[in-house]
Every structure is written in C-alpha cells, then in structure tokens.
C-alpha cells in the first residue's frame, strides 16, 4: 500500500508564490521519479516537473524559471516551489510516483490539490 499526500495548494494573485509538498510513504523499495502534473478544466493532464533518482530534473517550457521542484530523499517528500504565478497555471496539481516494489515497477497518483491564480 502507497500513499501520497499532497499540500500545499490555494488561491494566490499574479505573480504571487505557492508551495507544493507530496509524501510518499508505504510499501515503496526505490523511487524511480516523483513528478508534479496538472490539469486545467477541459484540458489534458501534463507534465510540469519531474525528479528521476539520481538525474537532472526537467521542466514544461511554460514554467521554466518560475518553478523548482525538490526532493528529501530521506523523507520521500518532493516540493515544487511557484513563483511568478500566471492565471494560466490555474489547475489541479497532481504528484505522481514511479517506484520499485516486489520486482515490478508501478506508477501511483495523489488525489490532487488545486492552484487558483487569479488575475
């Protein structure tokens, strides 16, 4: 059993600031790479950021230089700290995990947190 729990979300104005923290804990042997997701009503889920193990991490070209995502590997925590908010990146912000466990791979996602940037 995985669990996820994600914080942080809530309403801010432009060019305000938000921070995001998921907790993975659970049956989980290696983590192979957290990300943060998101999707806005009426649009597909995407990738905003992702942190492989032992990797550079990447970004969405539209938050390049406004977020940073993080991870404590002692506390399978990742957070994606949002600068410079933009009303378009108004969304429910989803973690994801991708882990080792009992030989096989598997992939888990939290429940969501909303991000309201407001104009």
């Known amino acids: 059993q995985v669990q996820l729990v994600e914080s942080g979300g809530g309403l801010v104005q432009a060019g305000g600031s938000l921070r995001l923290t998921c907790a993975a804990s659970g049956s989980i042997f290696r983590i192979v790479v957290m990300g943060w997701y998101r999707q806005a009503p009426g649009k597909q889920r995407e990738l905003v950021a992702a942190?492989?193990?032992?990797?550079?991490?990447n970004y969405a070209d539209s938050v390049k230089g406004r977020f940073t995502i993080s991870r404590d590997n002692a506390k399978n925590t990742m957070y994606l700290q949002m600068n410079n908010l933009k009303p378009e990146d108004t969304a429910v912000y989803y973690c994801?995990?991708?882990?080792?466990?009992?030989?096989?791979?598997?992939?888990?996602w939290g429940q969501g947190t909303q991000v309201t940037v407001s104009s």
């Open positions: 942190i492989p193990s032992g990797s550079s991490t």
């Open positions: 994801n995990l991708v882990y080792w466990v009992g030989g096989s791979m598997n992939t888990y």
